[in-house]
């Protein structure tokens, strides 16, 4: 199992532009989620979703959008990149159901609009 | 969802043990605590989770008290490779419909030493 894979590593868009970062778990966990970390701070929830073709807002959704046409995948789009979006951006997977929501995270996207 | 409070930083020296407390006093009745850990440049990995009294796993123990106000994680002899960051989360991880906004505050820096 690759577990929760995410590209690219890095990327560094000019203000405007547009980008998807991509999320794949093999783990077929029906929840996956997106996060954004700024510098020396917590984890901000973006977007999340329960299942193929339902997604769902998070805490900071406003510039990204999102879709998940598959269980394995959820990509995050960025349509008009702005600086406040520099961040790293983690992608993670859970189980739906249980005693427990143990979350699977990726290795994270550096993201730098300038 | 309840508001968790946590020293901004600990040092420790290695092979000691090593307790984080954090405070969440509105926790709900369905929620559960986790502690999650992050190295630099990685995505948080999931320590352990409990809803009262005991829990200890391969990694770390974690103790709640009968009110449930507080939680102390409690990592036994520490070394240097347990320096990072230590989240503590509360939220109801069984009906999955709230499971999904776990909310990562900023954490506990813990630095470990010589």
């Known amino acids: 199992n690759a577990g929760v894979t995410q590209t690219p590593k890095f990327r560094i868009l000019k203000i405007g532009q547009s980008m998807t970062l991509q999320c794949t778990q093999d783990m077929n966990h029906n929840y996956m989620y997106w996060y954004r970390q700024d510098p020396g701070m917590g984890l901000k929830l973006i977007y999340y979703s329960v299942g193929a073709g339902i997604t769902d807002k998070g805490e900071v959704p406003n510039g990204y959008n999102v879709s998940r046409s598959t269980t394995e995948d959820f990509p995050l789009r960025l349509e008009l990149a702005a600086p406040s979006q520099t961040s790293v951006y983690f992608c993670?997977?859970?189980?739906?159901?249980?005693?427990?929501?143990?979350?699977?995270f990726g290795p994270g996207t550096r993201l730098t609009v300038l | 969802l309840a508001k968790t409070t946590q020293p901004i930083s600990m040092d420790s020296y290695e092979g000691q043990e090593v307790n984080i407390t954090c405070s969440h006093n509105n926790i709900a009745t369905n929620d559960y605590i986790t502690w999650y850990q992050q190295f630099p440049s990685q995505g948080p990995r999931f320590i352990i989770q409990g809803y009262k009294t005991k829990v200890t796993n391969e990694v770390a123990s974690l103790f709640i008290p009968a009110d449930r106000k507080s939680s102390t994680l409690s990592l036994p002899r520490v070394s240097l490779s347990d320096t990072a960051v230590y989240y503590c989360l509360v939220g109801d991880v069984v009906h999955t419909g709230t499971a999904s906004k776990l909310t990562f505050g900023t954490g506990t820096r813990l630095q470990v030493t010589l």
């Open positions: 993670a997977s859970s189980l739906d159901r249980g005693s427990y929501n143990e979350q699977f």
